[in-house]
């Protein structure tokens, strides 16, 4: 059973910058979802992908945006990137709407000069 | 607001003794918890959950206890393994809902042979 994979694993931009980090879901899932993980928080929820929709977001400007694709691979995009968006970018893939436990790649750590 | 609350930003315990972790959260609404261990440069791995149906659930070395009226959850981790030394995330969500998980800032065990 393959694990869910997150590409790249670090990246550096600068302010301005667009940016857009992928992932491959776990074998089986359908869903997606992805979180911003600061430095000393929790991962908070930027939105989740069922069947290649939206399926929920959270309190993310327009400038943070997804797609999910018919192999359940997803990416986020996030334009004009401000120096706050520094963080770690974690992706979870479960099976259905519900949040059944969802399993996570190990991040992409993007930073922001 | 912080929805989902872990007051103590870590704990120390002795090998093989109770590491004991809390989790107070603030949304009646919520009805469906998980605790998510994450080690340094990894993503959170799945431990264990509890729907509110539910006052205890064990899965090996691994119970969480939920207290629906006092909205405080706690994982008791017994014995304690140097291994388990990581950072501990509670979360919550509304199955009956779909909302998104919602994650407390995390609780830093070290675990001391």
């Known amino acids: 059973e393959t694990g869910v994979t997150q590409s790249p694993t670090h990246l550096i931009k600068t302010r301005g910058q667009q940016v857009t980090l992928r992932c491959s879901s776990q074998?089986?899932?359908?869903?997606v979802s992805w979180y911003q993980q600061a430095l000393g928080q929790g991962p908070q929820f930027i939105f989740q992908?069922?069947?290649?929709?939206?399926?929920g977001r959270g309190n993310f400007p327009p400038r943070f945006s997804g797609l999910q694709f018919p192999n359940y691979s997803s990416e986020l995009n996030v334009n004009a990137l401000e120096l706050d968006d520094s963080a770690l970018y974690l992706c979870?893939?479960?099976?259905?709407?519900?949040?059944?436990?969802?399993?996570f790649g190990d991040g992409t750590r993007l930073s922001i000069l | 607001d912080q929805q989902v609350k872990q007051n103590s930003p870590s704990l120390s315990v002795q090998e093989g003794r109770i590491s004991i972790l809390n989790c107070d959260y603030t949304?009646?609404?919520?009805?469906?918890f998980l605790w998510y261990k994450k080690y340094p440069a990894e993503g959170p791995t799945f431990l264990i959950s509890?729907?509110?149906?539910?006052d205890k659930n064990e899965d090996g070395r691994f119970t969480v206890f939920l207290n629906k009226s006092a909205k405080h959850l706690s994982l008791h981790i017994v014995p304690s393994q140097p291994g388990d030394s990581a950072v501990y995330f509670c979360?919550?969500?509304?199955?009956?809902?779909?909302?998104?998980?919602?994650f407390g800032k995390g609780t830093r065990l070290s675990v001391i042979a």
């Open positions: 979360a919550a969500s509304s199955l009956s809902g779909n909302t998104p998980l919602v």
């Open positions: 509890i729907s509110s149906i539910k």
């Open positions: 992908y069922y069947r290649e929709e939206e399926n």
């Open positions: 949304n009646s609404m919520f009805d469906y």
């Open positions: 074998s089986g899932h359908n869903t």
């Open positions: 979870a893939s479960s099976f259905g709407q519900r949040n059944q436990p969802q399993h």
